[in-house]
């Protein structure tokens, strides 16, 4: 992808609360009616998944050749162009952190693995910036309407809060020819999110639960030229109680806690369950069609793109990936960081700026203090 820039960043915020837990608390003095000592494996087992809604893509084969006489040169061209274009309209990227996250919860538990007190993840945001401009912004935050959920199942759903997308500023076409985003040759603009939270534990029979999936979200949101404001950017805010215009689908276990034991100062053995640990994982991808009139075109476009090809003299280029993450003390969340860029300019200067460091050589920690980040405005 170019679209007149050199790389593609991502920061992805993890948010935290105080006041999330307390609510909790309160939830559950009004039951009392259960513990949360829960059996890890089935837990992990039993975890169900959000429901997919977005677009099953397909990527063409660009080498597509006529067989025989049966198809025409230009019906050939056009076919090409068609595989061409269509891969195009379609562009994806994983955001992911580098190393497991600590403290899903506050402090540790001396009373179960799924002991919720104290649970301090209070959801996602992710956004992209073009100089001081935010030209994509996503923010999630842990659904208080279902706090319910938390207490009798020990699952939480994700809501959605705050969202802008600007299409004309957005990955596509995902192409290095320098095409910018039309609504005059594109349509059906669509955002999808799938993210997947993932934990690893040891339960009481020193069992080791590594990597399993906890569950996933989905997010699937289609944007209009109509929807669009005089900048080109569609904006959404969801008022406090309000019940959100575009669903999260999916659902997810909390953290379980792993088990560590310990001796008190008279030599005392205690059960003790710790902070959680997990990772998240981040599928965006971004969709689109081609519009009639474009279709209709093609010839023209396809002198287009041999003139941008030998004007701009572009060769293919791999990609390279790097990411960082870090916890931010003024936002209190974490801080994940990723730069998607051709391979022949991703340097040491590169990395130095943006404060990366490569996936393999990054390690993260954070404080135990806690408190709701703010989302950023463009």
Avoid at 157 to 184: A, K, M, Q, W, Y
Avoid at 223 to 243: H, I, M, N, P, T
Avoid at 288 to 297: A, L, P
């Amino acid at each position: 992808m170019w679209n007149g820039a050199r790389e593609i960043t991502y920061q992805t915020f993890i948010y935290t609360s105080d006041d999330l837990s307390d609510e909790i608390a309160r939830q559950s003095e009004e039951r009392d009616t259960r513990g949360y000592m829960g059996d890890l494996f089935n837990a992990a087992l039993d975890a169900t998944k959000g429901i997919a809604s977005g677009y099953v893509v397909s990527f063409f084969d660009l080498g597509v050749n006529a067989i025989g006489s049966l198809i025409t040169r230009n019906e050939r061209l056009k076919k090409e162009w068609e595989e061409t274009v269509k891969a195009e309209n379609v562009f994806q990227t994983q955001i992911s952190t580098v190393s497991e996250i600590n403290d899903f919860y506050s402090d540790t538990s001396f009373d179960g693995a799924m002991d919720p007190k104290g649970m301090r993840f209070d959801g996602i945001g992710c956004m992209r910036k073009k100089g001081n401009d935010t030209v994509f912004y996503i923010s999630c935050h842990i659904d208080r309407t279902k706090i319910d959920r938390i207490i009798n199942h020990s699952k939480f759903e994700l809501v959605l809060d705050t969202l802008i997308i600007s299409p004309e500023h957005s990955n596509l076409p995902n192409t290095t020819l320098g095409i910018p985003f039309s609504f005059e040759e594109r349509k059906n603009f669509t955002l999808s999110m799938k993210i997947k939270i993932i934990s690893s534990w040891m339960n009481e029979i020193v069992q080791l639960q590594k990597n399993q999936e906890l569950g996933e979200f989905n997010i699937n949101i289609p944007v209009d030229e109509k929807q669009l404001d005089s900048r080109g950017f569609f904006r959404y805010v969801r008022k406090a109680d309000e019940v959100p215009a575009y669903k999260v689908v999916g659902e997810s276990f909390i953290v379980p806690r792993s088990f560590m034991g310990y001796r008190d100062e008279n030599d005392n053995y205690h059960n003790s369950w710790g902070t959680g640990e997990y990772k998240l994982s981040i599928q965006l991808t971004e969709t689109c069609d081609v519009t009639d009139k474009y279709r209709e075109n093609w010839k023209e476009d396809s002198k287009r793109r041999k003139d941008l090809q030998k004007k701009k003299g572009f060769l293919a280029s791999s990609w390279q990936m790097i990411s960082s993450q870090r916890w931010d003390e003024l936002s209190k969340s974490w801080v994940i960081t990723t730069l998607k860029a051709p391979v022949g300019i991703i340097s040491k200067d590169v990395i130095d700026k943006l404060g990366l460091e490569t996936e393999a050589a990054s390690k993260a920690t954070a404080p135990s203090s806690a408190a709701t980040a703010k989302p950023m405005n463009k």
